[in-house]
Antibody, heavy 125, light 114 residues
Framework: QLQLQESGPGLVKPSETLSLTCTVS??????????WAWIRQPPGKGLEWIGS???????????SRESRVTSRVTMSVDTSKNQFSLKLSSVSAADTAVYYC?????????????WGQGTLVTVSS | DIVMTQSPDSLAVSLGERATINCKSS????????????LAWYQQKPGQPPKLLIY???TRESGVPDRFSGGGAGTDFTLTISSLQAEDVAVYYC??????????FGQGTKVEIK
């Protein structure tokens, strides 16, 4: 059974960089059939796709102007550790959210079929 | 961007009654080469991550009760719960994956018991 687990600081100061890692177990992150995604959910609000990464390192970030993350986000993958990571720079209170990592089908397979439990990141001084 | 709009934002349904949620995409999510609609539905209960219910607009994920059904094509879709159970109280999201890996979600619909 595939499992995903987010890890990282739960509190980040404004203007600093949020860093999270997702560890995948029960399956290989190097599968050619899937992307690996980060999705966030501000308290009491809906889901926002942040971006996805392929095992090769190709990245795809949310281009929406409403998202306000495109210029601040960096994702990376470490296939040797079966992990992928998110960095979001220059954070503000608006970045306070539960951050989820998820497996994302490649268009031939179902989307977002496995999720981590999520980790709450609060941006506050 | 493909924008997903759900309606209503919330609805209250009596136990055993039908609940219907609508989802509209700003452009068609039907891929003509395979005749598949790239539309998924998720259920999120409080304190839990979303759970994939339906993909390809109408295919139930393994283990999902058959009271959940998805329909529609092109730009207009529905999620129907044929007989609402107490455990179905949740927020439901639609999501397009036509532009995979770029994905967008609807704003969510909260389903409660009347």
């Amino acid at each position: 059974q595939l499992q995903l687990q987010e890890s990282g600081p739960g509190l980040v100061k404004p203007s600093e960089t949020l860093s999270l890692t997702c560890t995948v177990s029960g399956g290989s992150i190097s599968s050619s059939s899937y992307y690996w995604a980060w999705i966030r959910q501000p308290p009491g609000k809906g889901l926002e796709w942040i971006g996805s990464i392929y095992y090769s390192g190709s990245t795809y970030y949310n281009p929406s102007r409403e998202s306000r993350v495109t210029s601040r986000v960096t994702m990376s993958v470490d296939t040797s550790k079966n992990q992928f990571s998110l960095k979001l720079s220059s954070v503000s209170a608006a970045d306070t959210a539960v951050y989820y990592c998820a497996r994302q089908g490649d268009g031939y397979n179902p989307p977002f079929d496995y999720w981590g439990q999520g980790t709450l990141v609060t941006v506050s001084s | 961007d493909i924008v997903m709009t759900q309606s209503p934002d919330s609805l209250a349904v009596s136990l055993g009654e039908r609940a219907t949620i609508n989802c509209k995409s700003s452009q068609s999510v039907l891929y003509s080469s395979n005749n598949k609609n790239y539309l998924a539905w998720y259920q999120q209960k409080p304190g839990q991550p979303p759970k994939l219910l339906i993909y390809w607009a109408s295919t139930r994920e393994s283990g999902v009760p058959d009271r959940f059904s998805g329909g529609g094509a092109g730009t207009d879709f529905t999620l129907t719960i044929s007989s609402l159970q107490a455990e179905d109280v949740a927020v439901y999201y639609c999501q397009q994956y036509y532009s995979t890996p770029y994905g967008t979600f609807g704003q969510g619909t909260k389903v409660e018991i009347k």
